[in-house]
T-cell receptor, first 113, second 116 residues
Framework: DSGVTQTPKHLITATGQRVTLRCSPRSGDLSVYWYQQSLDQGLQFLIQYYNGEERAKGNILERFSAQQFPDLHSELNLSSLELGDSALYFC????????????FGPGTRLLVL | QQQVKQSPQSLIVQKGGISIINCAYENTAFDYFPWYQQFPGKGPALLIAIRPDVSEKKEGRFTISFNKSAKQFSLHIMDSQPGDSATYFCAASRNAGGTSYGKLTFGQGTILTVHP
C-alpha cells in the first residue's frame, strides 16, 4: 500500500458527460501528479500541483482540469467525455518539488460508453 | 527530446534466469531514472532508481546499469521468479530546476513472464 488513495476505483459513464476523480496524497507529501495510462499511449503525465499551486502541465486536454485543495487532496475533472478518454487515471504524490520518489495510487479505471 | 524508449515489449524467461530490460533517453537534462513494477489492476510501484553520477545500483536481485555517454540504462533481474511476472516501466525526470521538473516520462513498458 503506497499510502495514496484514489476514488472511485471504477467509473462508467457516457459520452458528453463530466466526471471527477479524487486523490489523497501520502501524509506529508505536498506534490500531486496525475497520469493517464492507455494501451496506445502508455503512461502519460497530465499535470502536477505543489502545495495548491499548478507546477507543470503535460499533454492534458483543454476538456480536463485539476486542482489541489488546502488539505492537499486533488481532483481531476474530465468533461465532454469521448470514447478515447477511456483509460486508467493514476495519481502520484511526492514530498515536494525536487524530491524525486513518486508513490502511485491504485488508479481509477474510466470507461466511456 | 522528451522520449524514453524501452525494449523489449515482452520478455519470457525461465525461473532462475536473468531478465534484462533496456531503456534509452534523449533529454540530457534528465537526472533521475526510476524503474516501476506494475501488477494487473494495481498502480506502478517504485522498484529501484538511479542518478547519473553512478554507473550501477543494486538492491537485492535488482540492478540498474547506467551509461551516461550512451544515454542508456537497463534493469537486470537476477534469479527471476514467477512472482516477478509483471509489467516494468523505466522512467526519467528532471529534478534540478525549471518548470517541468519532477514529472516522469515513461517508457512503453515491458511485460515480463517468468515460467516456473
Amino acid at each position: 500500500d503506497s499510502g495514496v488513495t484514489q476514488t472511485p476505483k471504477h467509473l462508467i459513464t457516457a459520452t458528453g458527460q463530466r466526471v471527477t476523480l479524487r486523490c489523497s496524497p501520502r501524509s506529508g507529501d505536498l506534490s500531486v501528479y496525475w497520469y493517464q495510462q492507455s494501451l496506445d499511449q502508455g503512461l502519460q503525465f497530465l499535470i502536477q500541483y505543489y502545495n495548491g499551486e499548478e507546477r507543470a502541465k503535460g499533454n492534458i486536454l483543454e476538456r480536463f482540469s485539476a486542482q489541489q485543495f488546502p488539505d492537499l487532496h486533488s481532483e481531476l475533472n474530465l468533461s465532454s467525455l469521448e470514447l478515447g478518454d477511456s483509460a486508467l487515471y493514476f495519481c502520484a504524490s511526492s514530498l515536494g518539488v525536487g524530491k524525486e520518489t513518486q508513490y502511485f495510487g491504485p488508479g481509477t479505471r474510466l470507461l466511456v460508453l | 527530446q522528451q522520449q524514453v524508449k524501452q525494449s523489449p515489449q515482452s520478455l519470457i524467461v525461465q525461473k532462475g534466469g536473468i531478465s534484462i530490460i533496456n531503456c534509452a533517453y534523449e533529454n540530457t537534462a534528465f537526472d533521475y531514472f526510476p524503474w516501476y513494477q506494475q501488477f494487473p489492476g494495481k498502480g506502478p510501484a517504485l522498484l529501484i532508481a538511479i542518478r547519473p553520477d553512478v554507473s550501477e545500483k543494486k538492491e537485492g536481485r535488482f540492478t540498474i546499469s547506467f551509461n551516461k555517454s550512451a544515454k542508456q540504462f537497463s534493469l537486470h533481474i537476477m534469479d527471476s521468479q514467477p512472482g516477478d511476472s509483471a509489467t516494468y516501466f523505466c522512467a526519467a525526470s528532471r529534478n534540478a530546476g525549471g518548470t517541468s521538473y519532477g514529472k516522469l516520462t515513461f517508457g512503453q513498458g515491458t511485460i515480463l513472464t517468468v515460467h516456473p
